[in-house]
């Protein structure tokens, strides 16, 4: 578990461009429009990419095309067995006027790590970043340039190959496309409610938490909805072992701050192949490092967490990821009992982090640690 896989060779391709006529692209009225208030994945841009991938001959077929609908048989392994993994990272315009693309690098690996737990090629880092790098180009009008609003890229690779034995496929597509986004909660800093999950397990040692792959995701649907119905936002999910070790919120990693108020530390569960190594969580350990904060990956218990909540150590509690960025945990719910974090209100950790990383991906900063890749 968590071992780096070798990366793969360096693979540059020369991608096939067909842009969207401008007599047909949408006026700069009516994308303005469309931007205004996109929501999340509902407002996708105009173009979009794919490489594909076949056994013998290894990446090929890159092209930029416009946005279209695919065509797949309907014997496709990827449908039918979920043979599908897929990243999630964003563009933002810079306070330069250029754009630039947040971790790109660190996007790829994680994009390899998951292909290879699910018996996939794994895409080289160049070739991944060219195609973000074309993607973003060719719908370079719709990266917003509000601060909080960004481009979303979502890039995905599928076993396409047409044939029903139980076994790796030996042809895939990689497709990339990207939307408008604000937030992925509407109302940003507004803290959630979240319903700890007793009943059902994200994932369990030696399977694919690690990896992002779409079942990861259908799995989490019932149990949200339980939360739901119990008039909470989000879930929390424990270990599938002891259910008592905290792991993930939804599909965002969480953050504990605890301790006395002018010093407090942050500490969030360690990744050991149940926990997605989520991108912002990474951003954020070495943000709150710089910003003197004392962090640590350390394990958590309900009972801790409920405990802290009780004898006032605790601070605050906040979710973390690409689409939801830093968002406060206010109200816990249990079969056991409910609790409050912070009194239910967002707390000032939450906030200077997320400005902190809000002003690297904006350029508004230096970008110390070389996150941020300008594309022009
Ligand atoms: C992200 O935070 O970008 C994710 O991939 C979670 C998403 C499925 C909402």
């Given at each position: 578990?968590?071992?780096?896989?070798p990366?793969?060779a360096?693979?540059?391709?020369p991608?096939?461009?067909?842009h969207?006529?401008?007599?047909?692209?949408?006026?700069?009225?009516?994308?303005?429009?469309?931007?205004?208030?996109?929501?999340?994945?509902?407002?996708?841009?105009?173009?979009?990419?794919?490489?594909?991938?076949?056994?013998?001959?290894?990446?090929?077929?890159?092209?930029?095309?416009?946005?279209r609908?695919?065509?797949?048989?309907?014997?496709?392994?990827?449908?039918?067995?979920?043979q599908?993994?897929?990243?999630?990272?964003?563009?933002?315009?810079?306070?330069?006027?250029?754009?630039?693309?947040?971790?790109?690098?660190?996007?790829?690996?994680?994009?390899?790590?998951?292909?290879?737990?699910?018996?996939?090629?794994?895409m080289?880092t160049?070739?991944?970043?060219?195609?973000?790098?074309?993607?973003?180009?060719?719908?370079?009008?719709?990266?917003?340039?509000?601060?909080?609003?960004?481009?979303?890229?979502?890039?995905?690779?599928?076993?396409?190959?047409?044939d029903?034995?139980?076994?790796?496929?030996?042809?895939?597509?990689?497709?990339?496309?990207?939307?408008?986004?604000?937030?992925?909660?509407?109302?940003?800093?507004?803290?959630?409610?979240?319903?700890i999950?007793?009943?059902?397990?994200?994932?369990?040692p030696?399977?694919?938490?690690?990896?992002?792959t779409?079942?990861?995701?259908?799995?989490?649907?019932?149990?949200?909805?339980q939360?739901?119905?119990?008039?909470?936002?989000?879930?929390?999910?424990l270990?599938?072992?002891?259910?008592?070790w905290?792991?993930?919120?939804?599909?965002?990693?969480?953050?504990f701050?605890?301790?006395p108020?002018?010093?407090?530390?942050?500490?969030?569960?360690?990744?050991?192949?149940?926990?997605?190594?989520?991108?912002?969580?990474?951003?954020l350990?070495?943000?709150?490092?710089?910003?003197?904060?004392?962090?640590?990956?350390?394990?958590?218990?309900?009972?801790?967490?409920?405990?802290?909540?009780?004898?006032?150590s605790l601070?605050?509690?906040f979710?973390?990821?690409?689409?939801?960025?830093?968002?406060p945990v206010?109200?816990v719910?249990?079969?056991?009992g409910?609790?409050?974090v912070?009194?239910?209100?967002?707390?000032?950790?939450?906030?200077?982090?997320?400005?902190a990383?809000?002003?690297?991906?904006?350029?508004?900063?230096?970008?110390?640690?070389g996150?941020?890749?300008?594309?022009?």
């Amino acid at each position: 578990m968590n071992q780096p896989t070798p990366t793969p060779a360096p693979v540059s391709l020369p991608f096939e461009t067909a842009h969207v006529p401008p007599a047909e692209r949408l006026d700069a009225a009516a994308r303005d429009e469309r931007m205004r208030s996109p929501g999340f994945g509902r407002v996708l841009t105009e173009h979009m990419v794919t490489i594909r991938w076949t056994e013998g001959t290894g990446w090929h077929d890159a092209r930029v095309s416009p946005y279209r609908g695919l065509e797949i048989d309907p014997a496709t392994v990827g449908v039918h067995y979920g043979q599908i993994v897929f990243e999630g990272l964003k563009a933002y315009s810079l306070a330069d006027g250029e754009v630039g693309i947040f971790r790109p690098d660190a996007a790829a690996r994680r994009l390899q790590r998951s292909a290879a737990r699910l018996a996939m090629p794994e895409m080289p880092t160049e070739l991944f970043t060219d195609a973000l790098v074309e993607l973003v180009r060719a719908d370079r009008d719709w990266v917003p340039s509000e601060v909080g609003k960004s481009l979303y890229l979502r890039p995905v690779l599928m076993a396409t190959e047409a044939d029903l034995d139980l076994r790796p496929a030996r042809e895939y597509l990689f497709l990339l496309i990207a939307f408008v986004t604000d937030n992925f909660f509407p109302g940003e800093l507004r803290p959630r409610t979240v319903w700890i999950c007793e009943d059902y397990v994200r994932a369990a040692p030696g399977g694919t938490g690690e990896a992002k792959t779409p079942g990861n995701y259908a799995a989490s649907l019932l149990a949200q909805e339980q939360a739901r119905d119990r008039g909470c936002d989000q879930v929390v999910w424990l270990d599938a072992v002891e259910r008592r070790w905290v792991e993930e919120m939804g599909g965002m990693n969480l953050f504990f701050a605890v301790g006395p108020e002018d010093s407090p530390r942050l500490l969030t569960p360690p990744l050991g192949g149940t926990i997605l190594p989520g991108m912002t969580r990474d951003s954020l350990i070495t943000i709150a490092r710089d910003l003197g904060y004392p962090t640590s990956e350390e394990p958590v218990s309900v009972a801790e967490w409920r405990g802290w909540a009780g004898d006032g150590s605790l601070r605050e509690v906040f979710a973390c990821g690409t689409a939801a960025v830093v968002t406060p945990v206010g109200t816990v719910r249990s079969a056991s009992g409910d609790w409050a974090v912070n009194g239910g209100r967002p707390g000032p950790i939450a906030t200077r982090l997320r400005t902190a990383l809000l002003d690297i991906q904006h350029g508004l900063v230096p970008d110390r640690h070389g996150w941020v890749l300008p594309v022009g």
